[in-house]
């Protein structure tokens, strides 16, 4: 089975609060997302920009990703400062190569477009323009299924019409609950996730994550709202996790499993990923922890 993760790969250095330092690790949301969903023995291909500095054979041979469709660039690739504090809190700061984000991000023309058109493919946070224009000709290329993450920075400051005009591309809307709520400002997730069944009819499925809350869904096709609760996992870094989550519910979608099942996969990727900083040994997940993981939460699914 194989599944298309489109986003940014960045190098992160990390500063921990007792003054450990991690330089150079593999990370970015379409690594996050690819890794989620590596896990369950996807053949995971990457869409994204690096330049010649990227540790690509990290990528390919530790965390079994496939590089073919990462474009190189002479530049150095996209770099950050990850700054963690005592709390838990962290900081990530872009350091400045010469290029903006935009430039790091993937467009039509980066697309494997043979690959692309038969297999589910995940949109990961990337500029407007970008996601717009990857989501059209994912479309027109008769893509099977289609996630998308949207940027919070566009979410609540355009308007429901254009928000519209994104969706319809998309199968599965996958925001979090800052970015759910930046668009429809209420209180109760369940209202919020009503909202988005009513506003956007062309989408198949939204789940909404909620962090330590787990997420909340909605099934068009078999018209039923549900909540995963989140894996109470050791949390050390909640980096990528959502990013991860995305990856988990890719690779349900690529084995055909129904959306209950997808989100939690993805529920059981973001549950490793909140375990350790970074993606420093993520490539040595076992299936039988994953398995176990899944099993405890198939339970406790909960139909509204």
């Not at 991000?105 to 990857?134: N, Y």
């Not at 925001?175 to 989408?203: H, M, N, T």
């Not at 018209?223 to 990013?243: E, K, L």
Request: with cysteine; proline share 6%.
């Amino acid at each position: 089975m194989v599944g298309l993760t489109i986003g940014n790969v960045t190098v992160d250095d990390l500063v921990f609060p007792d003054g450990r330092t991690k330089m150079g690790v593999p990370g970015g949301d379409a690594v996050y997302s690819g890794i989620g969903a590596r896990m369950w023995g996807i053949d995971t291909h990457i869409c994204s920009i690096c330049g010649p500095d990227y540790p690509m054979d990290t990528l390919s041979r530790e965390y079994r990703l496939n590089v073919d469709s990462i474009r190189r660039i002479k530049e150095p690739s996209m770099r950050n400062w990850g700054l963690y504090e005592d709390d838990g809190s962290r900081l990530f700061v872009i350091r400045d190569r010469g290029l903006t984000w935009s430039d790091y991000s993937p467009l039509p023309d980066d697309l494997p477009r043979e690959l692309a058109a038969g297999v589910p493919t995940h949109i990961a946070v990337l500029p407007w323009e970008h996601q717009i224009q990857l989501a059209q000709t994912l479309r027109k290329l008769g893509t099977p299924m289609i996630t998308l993450d949207p940027d919070y920075g566009y979410m609540g400051k355009k308007p429901v019409e254009e928000i519209a005009l994104l969706l319809r591309n998309i199968d599965v809307f996958l925001p979090s609950w800052q970015e759910a709520v930046a668009l429809f400002p209420e209180k109760d997730p369940e209202c919020i996730l009503e909202r988005y069944v009513d506003e956007f009819p062309s989408l198949k499925a939204i789940v909404i994550k909620l962090g330590a809350d787990g997420s909340i869904a909605y099934d068009r096709t078999t018209h039923r709202a549900f909540r995963v609760p989140a894996y109470h996992a050791s949390v050390v870094d909640p980096t990528g996790a959502g990013d991860a989550f995305c990856g988990g519910f890719l690779a349900g979608a690529a084995l055909g499993q129904d959306i209950v099942e997808c989100v939690l996969f993805g529920t059981v990727s973001s549950s490793f990923v909140i375990e350790q900083f970074g993606t420093l040994g993520l490539g040595q997940t076992a299936r039988r922890e994953l398995e176990e993981r899944l099993e405890s939460l198939r339970s406790r699914v909960s139909f509204i």
